[in-house]
């Protein structure tokens, strides 16, 4: 369903389990960033109503899965700590060139916001039908779903806004794109790379 090229090792869940200190430190970091991408499209694309009343709901949403990292976090005595940089989404937005229309922009970020949610999904997919501990593996189970139906969201918005033919031939690339990265990236204690 999520059409991705490069599937993620299933040892990476074994690396995940010794490190789920990081990542639910990382996991934290990316529900808070998802808020910010939601907030980012409300703010850029103001006249896009239907997009902004979907961002609207994100922010909330990608806020409450932030508390409730953040809550699991707590609970384990773990401070969130400084943010960090996420690598996987430094490279894949190197895809896209610099400028351009502004449909052309927000095509290009809804696509990789899409990816971003896909690959995310995948990981939540692993964490939840692998994880020892029962009450993560059913947190993971549970965000899997919501990921999923944002990846859904943005890439169905790309297709509104664009050309569809030549949306799906970028998001396409993309994802190809993305397998390299991946191939890079894959066995870090982090969700995406």
């Known amino acids: 369903m999520l059409g991705l090229k490069l599937p993620t090792d299933p040892r990476w869940v ?6 789920i200190e990081e990542i639910l430190i990382d996991h934290a970091y990316c529900e808070q960033k998802a808020a910010s991408t939601a907030i ?7 006249e ?27 609970a384990r005595g773990i401070p969130l700590g400084p943010n960090r940089s996420d690598k996987y989404v430094v490279e894949l937005i190197k895809f896209f060139p610099k400028g351009g229309s502004k449909l052309s922009n927000l095509i290009h970020r809804l696509l990789y ?3 971003i949610e896909a690959r995310s999904c995948e990981r939540f997919r692993l ?5 020892a501990d029962p009450e993560l593996s059913k947190f993971y189970h549970d965000l899997m779903v919501s990921e999923a139906n944002h990846y859904i969201l943005f890439l169905t918005f790309a ?5 569809r033919e030549e949306v799906d031939k970028l998001w396409d690339d ?12 894959a066995n870090t204690e982090s969700i995406h790379g």
């Open 14 to 19: 074994n690396i995940a389990e010794k490190n």
């Open 40 to 46: 980012s499209f409300i703010l850029s694309f103001p």
């Open 48 to 74: 896009r109503t239907e997009l902004v009343t979907a961002m609207v709901a994100m922010v909330k949403e990608e806020m409450s899965h932030f508390k409730m990292v953040h809550d699991k976090l707590i």
């Open 113 to 115: 916001s899409a990816l």
């Open 127 to 131: 964490l939840s039908e692998n994880l």
């Open 159 to 163: 297709r509104d806004f664009g050309v």
């Open 174 to 185: 993309l994802l190809v794109y993305e397998a390299e990265i991946m191939k890079k990236l």
